[in-house]
């Protein structure tokens, strides 16, 4: 079965340290439930009974704000059934906007086959362009690009994230936005965050060799740090077995067939052998005979 977004939601609070989303309509045991959203300075946030299944960060040099994003998973059961929210949890004013997707075709396991992430300070409108990446994917992926953005002094923060571009040997696929919004954290405008969320299917399996996209910087003081991260699942496939012990195939070869009504060769000699006869005796051999007496008359000698 495929990996498909089958609905959506998105929550976020100034209070910055808790933000309750409302749950994707049509929960079923056995979906997969997502939870991405972004934080500062490395900041992490929880939600019960979801695992981590990635984290990526931007450290922000000299007085950039640090970025982060965290991906939350869980495969639903039956209290997923029958919640109606959830509450994440993170540092006081370090967090405030996240988005949740139900997700239909994936069993157990992280379901993040392979990610790239690049961080950036947000100072002009532009276009970001990610190169150098070598992700496959299979026949079946569901790809998520996420971007935010925080600033721990004022208001800087990206919006109208837009033209989203996969790179490969295949088309572009086409884009479905979740969420592209920005919320004040802190109560007091102690900061502020962004995040955008688009997902697209794809069913070729070129390897990914970049990503990019275009956005909207809205306050330009060179302070505020920003991240996309580009995720990758996979609709999960069967193993191959490999029972062959043998590290080179052996050729086989088929049996000698003898016709019908051929002698069979039963030698196992390699060269025939020479068969002598026996030494035998004659079996009529020559009579001896007494010579004949001579025909003069004997006479005896004196004595």
């Not at 749950?23 to 056995?30: E, F, L, Q």
């Not at 059934?81 to 994936?106: D, E, H, K, P």
């Not at 086959?113 to 992700?135: K, V």
């Not at 996209?213 to 069967?238: C, H, R, T, W």
Request: aromatic content about 6%; charged content about 15%.
């Amino acid at each position: 079965m495929a990996l498909a977004v089958a609905t959506t939601s998105n929550g976020s609070s100034t209070s910055a340290t808790t933000v309750v989303v409302t749950k994707p309509t049509g929960v079923a045991s056995g979906d997969l439930l997502v939870i991405v959203g972004n934080a500062s300075a490395g900041s992490t946030f929880t939600c019960p009974g979801f695992t981590v299944g990635g984290d990526w960060l931007y450290d922000g040099p000299g007085g950039i704000a640090d970025c982060s994003i965290r991906f939350l998973y869980r495969v639903a059961d039956a209290s997923d059934v029958s919640a109606s929210n959830y509450t994440v949890t993170g540092a006081t004013n370090q967090m405030g906007i996240l988005s949740m997707l139900r997700i239909t075709g994936w069993s157990s396991g992280n379901p993040i086959f392979g990610s790239a992430s690049e961080g950036w300070d947000p100072s002009n409108s532009g276009t970001r362009t990610i190169t150098g990446l070598s992700i496959p994917r299979f026949s079946q992926s569901l790809i998520l690009l996420v971007t935010a953005s925080f600033d721990d002094a004022d208001s800087d923060t990206i919006g109208n994230v837009r033209t989203q571009t996969l790179t490969s040997a295949d088309a572009n696929p086409t884009w479905i936005e979740i969420i592209d919004s920005n919320v004040t954290t802190g109560g007091s405008g102690v900061g502020k965050m962004s995040l955008s969320v688009a997902y697209a299917t794809t069913t070729v399996s070129s390897t990914i060799t970049g990503y990019s996209f275009a956005y909207d910087d809205q306050d330009a003081d060179d302070k505020a740090g920003a991240l996309s991260v580009l995720i990758v699942m996979n609709e999960p496939q069967s193993s191959t077995v490999d029972t062959s012990h043998i590290s080179i195939t052996p050729a086989i070869f088929g049996p000698t067939v003898t016709q019908v009504n051929t002698a069979l060769d039963v030698s196992h000699n390699a060269v025939t052998p020479t068969i002598n006869g026996l030494d035998t005796r004659a079996t009529s051999p020559t009579q001896w005979q007494n010579e004949d007496k001579p025909t003069t008359t004997w006479i005896n000698d004196p004595l």
